[in-house]
């Protein structure tokens, strides 16, 4: 069974530019969460999206967005890129409260 | 507004040595208490779900204990590939959404 599958693994942007990051969550799950995680930092919640619907959302400003398809699967949008957008950048699926985490995308906004 | 504090910040022991990883939560309807282990340059790796004050969950050499406050991770004789960031997270509040509130977790180096 695979399990949460993220790409790409690695990404070099520019300041201004824009990124599309992609989910696949594990098998039977319906729901997709994305964090950032800064360097010696612990994960910080960005959005959780179920039924192809946006459910919540943290403290995040609206340069992120995202969508979730059908099949459950997810994609994270971040628009005129700060250099302070340059993290890890996980996704987590469930089906009930136990999430469960992809590989991340490191991001790196020169 | 949920917060999750973690202590110490890091942690290094040799082989054999025991020890605990403290997770302080102040959470508004605990709906669950989380701990996942990270290697470096990788996800988390989900370790246990813990519900309510005084459940304890094991496996292998790791025990986890939750109690109205706090959270401990209970190392028993870890070996080098214990060696990690443990991350403990909580979920509260209602509605139905889940969104973590994480420590920023305890660096652990066991020394062989």
């Known amino acids: 069974d695979a399990g949460v599958t993220q790409s790409p693994t690695h990404l070099i942007k520019t300041r201004g530019q824009q990124v599309t990051l992609r989910c696949s969550p594990k098998?039977?799950?319906?729901?997709v969460s994305w964090y950032q995680q800064a360097l010696g930092q612990g994960p910080q919640f960005i959005f959780q999206?179920?039924?192809?619907?946006?459910?919540q959302r943290g403290n995040f400003p609206d340069r992120f967005s995202g969508h979730q398809f059908p099949n459950y699967s997810s994609e994270l949008n971040v628009n005129a890129l700060l250099l302070g957008d340059s993290a890890l950048y996980l996704c987590?699926?469930?089906?009930?409260?136990?999430?469960?985490f992809g590989p991340g995308t490191r991001l790196t906004v020169t | 507004e949920d917060q999750v504090t973690q202590s110490p910040e890091a942690l290094r022991l040799q082989e054999g040595e025991s020890s605990s990883l403290n997770c302080s939560y102040t959470?508004?309807?605990?709906?669950?208490l989380f701990w996942y282990r990270q290697d470096p340059g990788k996800g988390p790796e989900f370790l246990f779900t813990?519900?309510?004050a005084g459940e304890e969950k094991e496996k292998e050499r790791l025990k986890a204990t939750l109690t109205k406050k706090e959270s401990f991770l209970h190392i028993t004789a870890p070996k080098p590939e214990d060696s990690a960031t443990y991350l403990c997270?909580?979920?509260?509040?209602?509605?139905?959404?889940?969104?973590?509130?994480f420590g920023k977790g305890t660096h652990l180096i066991i020394q062989p």
């Open positions: 813990l519900y309510s």
């Open positions: 959470v508004s309807g605990l709906r669950g």
């Open positions: 999206y179920y039924e192809e619907e946006e459910r």
């Open positions: 098998s039977g799950h319906d729901t």
């Open positions: 987590a699926s469930s089906w009930n409260s136990e999430q469960y």
């Open positions: 997270a909580a979920l509260g509040g209602g509605g139905g959404a889940d969104g973590l509130t």
